[in-house]
């Protein structure tokens, strides 16, 4: 079965990342790396930039990255000439830590609404292991508001 795309246009991971630079997204290590028919993949390195004082993942870091996927997800839904998004709520639950290697966090749209979009970004390790489940509140406004 094939799912349709939620997309307004084509996704290009070349362009999204090319607009990375410059950012705090960039300053992480953030690199978009899929997008499916419904999901947007972000990837980020746990390194000297993203760990706390322990040597692990520090939370904040996840929520920048779940933050980052979900909220450019949310304006890939929508008409950009028309429309612009903001977060309005993010919330987490960190399952498990990561000491090193690249964490991964994939948003798929729970509700895509006129107004609001609710995104469940889920975080792993480079083995699938889960790090982190967030729910990521977007709103949708018009421009010439």
Not at 8 to 18: G, Q, R
Not at 79 to 99: D, K, L, T, V
Not at 128 to 144: S, W
Request: include cysteine.
């Amino acid at each position: 079965m094939t799912t349709k795309s939620i997309w307004y246009k084509p996704v290009s991971i070349a362009t999204l990342n090319e607009e990375n630079a410059g950012t705090l997204n960039a300053h992480l290590g953030m690199e978009f790396t899929e997008a499916g028919p419904d999901y947007l993949t972000a990837s980020m390195p746990v390194d000297h930039r993203t760990v706390q004082k322990y040597g692990i993942l520090h939370g904040g870091a996840s929520m920048a990255l779940a933050e980052t996927v979900g909220s450019i997800a949310g304006t890939l839904v929508i008409n950009p000439e028309e429309y612009i998004c903001f977060g309005m709520e993010i919330n987490a639950n960190h399952i498990r830590s990561a000491r090193s290697g690249r964490v991964y966090a994939t948003a798929r749209p729970l509700h895509l609404g006129g107004r609001t979009q609710v995104w469940d970004i889920r975080i792993s390790d480079e083995d699938g292991q889960l790090i982190c489940v967030c729910r990521h509140t977007v709103a949708v406004v018009p421009k010439n508001r």
